[in-house]
């Protein structure tokens, strides 16, 4: 029997998510650059006016005052509301996949899914990947592997397998075109996600980056012709896809 409606979950999971996003915001904003994202207080760019309540309610205040600043009439940038609404979306999507008696798979899917998401943001970004969010990646990779009771050797194995891989590619890359075929921050990436997701899920992770790699190349080598590629998204959106 259920305690709660699935509807009533989701729903609560979408709130939970829109909250979260907006902590995503300013994480992938304030980290790169090295301000305090948990005791420095939001406010306009613009103006430099600290922002109340009314200002950061998720995606709702930034339509509701039509993607300005309420104090001084400045753009406020869409990529806050894309961001929670996001999260929001990821959220969901756990909850739908939750297994009735594992909440702490849930919990920790949702903690993934925010750091994925604002790994993704900053490399798109910034074309960088923090240690130590992928230190973070890491570790919720190894509870993962816990609270499924997986084998922590098996997890192991994949873990240093796709580091292999990661490294051969790179190495690949600069024996054939001289520029190296992936970054040192997707290696450790790869890693990392690695390390939580199950072997018969391997497959969906493979393919859901490699799709997502060629949309991204699509995108940033050949109509923006820029030099470096940024897979993280890639990667996250590949691991993602494969722990639901």
């Known amino acids: 029997m259920e305690i709660l409606p699935g509807s009533l979950i989701h729903g609560m999971?979408?709130?939970?998510?829109?909250?979260?996003?907006?902590?995503?915001?300013?994480?992938?904003?304030?980290?790169?650059?090295?301000?305090?994202?948990?005791?420095?207080?939001?406010?306009?760019?613009?103006?430099?006016?600290?922002?109340?309540?009314?200002?950061?309610?998720?995606?709702?205040?930034?339509?509701?005052?039509?993607?300005?600043?309420?104090?001084?009439?400045?753009?406020?940038?869409?990529?806050?509301?894309?961001?929670?609404?996001?999260?929001?979306?990821?959220?969901?999507?756990?909850?739908?996949?939750?297994?009735?008696?594992?909440?702490?798979?849930?919990?920790?899917?949702?903690?993934?899914?925010?750091?994925?998401?604002?790994?993704?943001?900053?490399?798109?970004?910034?074309?960088?990947?923090?240690?130590?969010?992928?230190?973070?990646v890491l570790g919720l990779g190894l509870s993962l592997v816990w609270v499924t009771e997986q084998s922590f050797v098996e997890a192991g194995a994949m873990s240093a397998a796709a580091l292999a891989v990661g490294l051969l590619a790179r190495f690949a890359g600069q024996m054939l075109s001289h520029q190296p075929g992936i970054g040192w921050d997707d290696i450790k990436l790869v890693g990392a996600l690695s390390l939580g997701i199950p072997f018969d899920s391997v497959i969906v992770f493979v393919g859901a980056s490699g799709l997502a790699s060629i949309i991204l190349v699509a995108e940033f080598g050949w109509r923006r012709h820029l030099p470096v590629v940024p897979l993280g998204p890639a990667l996250c959106f590949g691991a993602f896809a494969a722990l639901l």
């Open 13 to 136: 999971s979408f709130i939970l998510g829109l909250i979260c996003g907006s902590f995503t915001t300013a994480l992938s904003y304030r980290l790169p650059i090295r301000e305090d994202f948990v005791n420095g207080r939001s406010r306009c760019p613009k103006c430099r006016t600290n922002l109340g309540p009314l200002d950061l309610i998720p995606v709702i205040s930034w339509l509701v005052f039509r993607g300005k600043c309420r104090h001084c009439n400045a753009p406020v940038s869409a990529r806050y509301p894309y961001i929670e609404f996001v999260c929001g979306s990821l959220f969901v999507l756990v909850s739908l996949s939750f297994v009735p008696g594992q909440p702490e798979q849930a919990v920790i899917l949702w903690v993934l899914a925010v750091l994925l998401l604002t790994l993704s943001i900053i490399d798109l970004e910034q074309h960088r990947l923090p240690n130590s969010l992928i230190m973070l």
